[in-house]
């Protein structure tokens, strides 16, 4: 709440007012939610990451450590294959993104 109260401070000259029928619903539960939650899974997510950063795979893996092979990051990013918890961390961290994001 304090984010949107600080947003709506910050931006209230182009924020209309909310009229009386609108109500405040939970973004988890609309339809536009849950279609981008199936769009965005974790494997896309890293390949985003990773893109944004400037990374191809190959520059990814040794920047995370030998453990790491391509295959297995394409795998990830393909959805071929899930991403480890330990992994997942790593990936936060690198990113500074919530663990959650790659699980």
């Not at 520059?59 to 991403?83: F, M, P, T, V, Y």
């Amino acid at each position: 709440m304090a984010v949107l109260k600080k947003i709506a401070l910050d931006y209230s000259e182009w924020i209309d007012s909310i009229e009386s029928d609108e109500q405040v619903v939970n973004w988890d539960d609309t339809e536009i939610s849950k279609t981008i939650s199936k769009k965005l899974t974790p494997g896309k997510i890293l390949c985003s990451m990773r893109q944004a950063h400037g990374f191809t795979q190959k520059a990814l893996c040794a920047k995370l450590g030998n453990k790491l092979s391509s295959k297995r990051l394409s795998d990830w990013e393909n959805g071929h294959r899930s991403i480890s918890k330990e992994w997942a961390k790593r990936l936060s961290q690198e990113f500074l993104l919530p663990v959650n994001m790659f699980l």
